[in-house]
């Protein structure tokens, strides 16, 4: 009788911990119990995002600003984001882009592979890391994939951008700036009260074996050392949300 009550009372114990344990997961990665202010961070990453992304870089021209779907960007808990097509002054190669500030949740819950078969798509090939160049021998990561419908393969890179707040502003760029491809994103991720979600979008449709993703490569290592400067390092940038918003709209109706 004794052994059946402790038993029972175990079974208990160890039920309630399984739901505190649950409990503060869910609290860590959505920074309830940090004190941080996260909307607010987000909403000044989310202007810095649209106020600051650059209309050239390297090679790169901004050719047209492209709608990005409602329901994409609510699926992907979009604070903020960028929907625009770029074009290589020398190939006239074009690869499109599409990046969304959120929390790591909301941006790691919804990836090529989850969103693109909802479009018809199928994955024809499995994803794997590449790794980007940049200067002095860094690299960043990025996820690669393919997918396919009749008549039409697009290939895709993704990764992830985040500043590491604990950092001095003035610490070393790579120490503070880091860009990812976790395999756990949700986890991996927790720890920032922001993340910025890139999609690098080529149709390779016509291209060569490789082609594709040679030019996905490459037009990631232009551009992050670019988004760096722009996005995280310049104090100049105005971040308010609503002039955000206004110079987005002008922009569009300038290049419409």
Request: charged share 25%; hydrophobic share 40%; net charge negative.
């Amino acid at each position: 009788m004794k052994s059946s009550s402790i038993l029972h009372w175990g079974m208990i114990a160890i039920g309630v911990a399984a739901v505190l344990g649950v409990t503060w997961y869910q609290g860590k990665l959505t920074d309830r119990w940090t004190g941080k202010n996260v909307t607010e961070q987000l909403k000044r990453d989310a202007a810095r995002l649209e106020a600051a992304f650059p209309r050239e870089f390297g090679p790169w021209r901004l050719d047209v600003e492209t709608e990005a779907d409602p329901i994409q960007l609510k699926a992907a808990g979009a604070v903020g984001h960028i929907s625009r097509e770029y074009r290589h002054v020398d190939t006239g190669v074009r690869v499109g882009v599409f990046v969304v500030c959120a929390t790591p949740s909301d941006a790691s819950g919804h990836t090529p592979d989850r969103c693109y078969p909802n479009a018809g798509f199928e994955a024809s090939e499995q994803e794997h890391r590449e790794m980007i160049p940049l200067a002095e021998g860094a690299k960043a990561e990025a996820f690669s994939g393919a997918f396919r419908k009749p008549g039409e393969q697009l290939r895709i890179l993704w990764t992830y951008a985040a500043e590491d707040t604990e950092q001095p502003v003035d610490a070393d760029p790579s120490a503070r700036i880091r860009w990812m491809a976790p395999q756990i994103a949700r986890i991996e991720l927790a720890n920032f009260a922001s993340v910025y979600k890139i999609y690098a979008l080529i149709n390779e449709t016509a291209m060569t074996r490789g082609e594709g993703t040679r030019t996905g490569v490459q037009f990631l290592a232009d551009l992050i050392p670019e988004f760096d400067r722009v996005v995280f390092e310049d104090d100049g940038v105005v971040v308010d949300s609503e002039a955000s918003a206004a110079t987005s709209e002008s922009t569009r109706k300038n290049d419409s």
